[in-house]
Structure formats: structure tokens, C-alpha cells
């Protein structure tokens, strides 16, 4: 089953702008993290933000998540083209050591 | 770094053929995984180890074996492989901890299953 949905499923936006991406889940977690796939690679992790946790920052990723909403974003400041990529969010189930991912946000940046 | 590798990037085979997919890691990681993602659907959990010989079944097990006689190797083994079963292949590695662990990830093998 599925955990996390992104939102948007795509998104084209120009060099410099910001992306915003959207995460929700149904379940209690841990943590929620977020992993960018470069076209027919494998994934790369970017950051996790912990249960108890509102925000967090790490260069020009800003991820937030919203316990009581079930939902997360990760948003990309000053984009570049080589941001172009798929960007999944994954959440734990509690006392579990997997990982469920999401769909995945297709971001494209055009230069 | 952590290094995931995995025997093939792409791999062609036909239908009825027993298919052997290798996983290495080099970081001592006592978890590991393997996914397929295919369009639309995302990546989903075929089999996960804790450790060594120890396996369990992920969300779509049906059609997979796995085998772990080393804590660094992790095999996918598609016993009598089908044209459903072409997809991109995914492993990936975590330490076993308190449940915020990373995974990395290999870079994937394409199947293609004629």
C-alpha cells in the first residue's frame, strides 16, 4: 500500500524559481524523509525530518511536515537544471526498519 | 561513501528463464532491500533482511525468491521469469537502528523479460 503520495505528479518551472512539492501519508511515523532520482538511476537521499520535528533546512532544501495534517513539503529555492529529477518522500512504519515511498514528483527545470 | 553496486544495468531474457539480480554493499549494513519501480506505481518492497539468511516479505513478494548467505550480498531471484516482471530493479542498503536510518541505493538493473 501506499504511505506517502506526492503532489504535484510533475512540475516545469524556469531556472531560479522555487519548487514546491507535496507529501501526505496515513499512518503514525517516525520520521519522513525525501530522495531525488536522477533519470535511470538509483535514488539519492536529500534529508529526513523527524516526528517531532516542524522544519528543517539543508542548503537550499526547506522541508516542513505537519503531523496533524499528515503531510510534508520540500521545497527547492533558486532551482537549477541539474535539480531536474524525481523526488520521493518516504515514510517508517513504527517499529519497522522499511521504508514506503511515494509516487514521486517529476520536477523539470527549464533554462 | 557508502557503495551499493548491482550486477547488471541492463539485462534482456525470455520468458520461462531463471533470472539471478546481485547486490553488493561495502558498508556493513545489516539491512537490505530490493524494490522494482515501474511508471505510475512508484517503488515497491519485493523482499527485505534484517541479516544474514534472514528474509522477509515486502508488499509484492509473488514470483521472487531472495537469498542472503552473506551479510554484504543480497540476491533477487526470479524463478521463472515473466513478461509482467520486466521493470527496473532497485537495491538498497540501511544500518539497522532505531528506524532513521538512510537508504542507499544501487543504480538499478533494467530488466527487459521477452
Known amino acids: 500500500s501506499q504511505q506517502g503520495e506526492e503532489d504535484p505528479q510533475a512540475l516545469s518551472i524556469q531556472e531560479g524559481e522555487n519548487a514546491t512539492m507535496n507529501c501526505s501519508y496515513k499512518t503514525s511515523i517516525n520520521n519522513l524523509q525525501w530522495y531525488r532520482q536522477n533519470s535511470g538511476r538509483g535514488l539519492v537521499h536529500l534529508i529526513l525530518?523527524?516526528?517531532?520535528?516542524r522544519e528543517k533546512h539543508s542548503g537550499r532544501l526547506r522541508v516542513t511536515l505537519d503531523t496533524s495534517k499528515k503531510s510534508s513539503s520540500l521545497l527547492i529555492t533558486a532551482s537549477r537544471a541539474a535539480d531536474t529529477a524525481s523526488y520521493f518522500c518516504?515514510?517508517?512504519?513504527?517499529?519497522?526498519?522499511?521504508?514506503?515511498f511515494g509516487q514521486g514528483t517529476r520536477l523539470t527545470i527549464n533554462p | 561513501d557508502v557503495k551499493v553496486t548491482q550486477s547488471s544495468r541492463y539485462l534482456v531474457k525470455r520468458t520461462g528463464e531463471k533470472v539471478f539480480l546481485e547486490c553488493v554493499q561495502d558498508?556493513?549494513?545489516?539491512?537490505m532491500f530490493w524494490y522494482r519501480q515501474d511508471p505510475g506505481l512508484g517503488l515497491r518492497l519485493i523482499y527485505f533482511s534484517y541479516d544474514v539468511k534472514m528474509k522477509e516479505k515486502g508488499d509484492i513478494p509473488e514470483g521472487y525468491s531472495v537469498s542472503r548467505e552473506k551479510k554484504e550480498r543480497f540476491s533477487l531471484i526470479l524463478e521463472s521469469a515473466s513478461t509482467n516482471q520486466t521493470s527496473m530493479y532497485l537495491c538498497a542498503s540501511s544500518l539497522r537502528g532505531l528506524g532513521e536510518e538512510t537508504q542507499y541505493f544501487g543504480p538499478g538493473t533494467r530488466l527487459l523479460v521477452l
Open positions: 558498508m556493513d549494513h545489516e539491512n
Open positions: 518516504a515514510t517508517d512504519a513504527r517499529g519497522a526498519q522499511k521504508l514506503v
Open positions: 525530518i523527524r516526528s517531532n520535528e
